[in-house]
C-alpha cells in the first residue's frame, strides 16, 4: 500500500509534488486512491471528480499521473494557505474492503508530502467520521476525535455520534490548540 500524506510544505525538505512522484511513479493509470480529507472544510478536487465533507474519505481516479500532480500541488498551496500540519492523505493499492476507512491521526510531520508503504488495519465507514464519548455526567461532556480530546457542547455532536458544523469548529480549536502544545 502507498501512502501520501499532504501538508504545509517545510523549508528545506521536499516538497508534496516530489513525494508524489516518489510514491505513485510506479503506479498504472488511471490510479483510483481513497482520499481521506484531515480538515474540517469542504475539499474539491476536480481533476479527479470527488468533493469531501470535512473528515470524510472517498475514491478518487486519477486519469494519469500529470492530474495527480495538479490535485497534489493545489492541495499543498491549500495546506500552506491554511498553515495545516496534514490536509489530505491519498492511499493507494489497498484492498477493496478497506476502501472506506476513516481518517486516522497519522500525520506527515510538517513535510509538504511523506511516502510510506505500510500496511493499516481495515474496517470503518464512509461519511463524518463519529465521535467517541469520554465522559457525559453532571460534571463535563468530553468526547474524543482523531485522538484529540475536547468539549463541545451537547447539542455539537448528532445521536449518530458525528459533529454539527458548531462541533467541528470546537474540534479544530482543541486540534490547534493541541497542535501548538506539541
Known amino acids: 500500500m502507498t501512502r501520501l500524506v499532504i501538508g504545509r510544505p517545510v523549508v528545506g525538505k521536499?516538497?508534496?509534488n516530489e513525494?508524489?512522484?516518489q510514491a505513485f511513479s510506479g503506479e498504472k493509470f488511471p490510479l483510483t486512491v481513497r482520499v481521506v480529507n484531515k480538515m474540517t472544510v469542504v475539499l474539491s478536487l476536480p481533476e479527479a471528480g470527488i468533493k469531501l465533507r470535512p473528515l470524510a474519505s472517498?475514491?478518487?481516479t486519477f486519469r494519469d499521473f500529470d492530474r495527480l500532480q495538479r490535485a497534489v500541488s493545489s492541495l499543498e498551496q491549500i495546506a500552506r494557505l491554511n498553515n495545516a500540519?496534514?490536509?489530505v492523505e491519498l492511499v493507494a493499492g489497498e484492498a477493496d474492503s478497506e476502501a472506506d476507512q476513516g481518517g486516522g491521526d497519522e500525520t506527515?510531520?510538517?513535510s509538504g508530502g511523506q511516502a510510506s508503504n505500510e500496511s493499516e488495519a481495515g474496517g470503518g465507514q464512509s461519511g463524518d467520521p463519529a465521535v467517541t464519548v469520554i465522559q457525559d455526567d453532571d460534571e463535563g461532556f468530553i468526547v474524543e476525535?482523531?485522538?484529540v480530546r475536547f468539549e463541545p457542547l451537547r447539542n455539537q455532536v448528532r445521536e449518530?455520534?458525528?459533529l454539527t458544523a458548531g462541533g467541528l469548529k470546537a474540534f479544530e480549536e482543541a486540534k490547534a490548540a493541541a497542535e501548538s502544545a506539541e
Do not use: S
Request: aromatic fraction near 0%; avoid cysteine; charge should be neutral.
Open 108 to 110: 506527515a510531520g510538517e
Open 19 to 21: 513525494a508524489a512522484k
Open 160 to 162: 449518530d455520534g458525528t
Open 145 to 147: 476525535l482523531q485522538g
Open 85 to 87: 500540519k496534514a490536509l
Open 58 to 60: 472517498g475514491a478518487a
Open 14 to 16: 521536499t516538497g508534496a
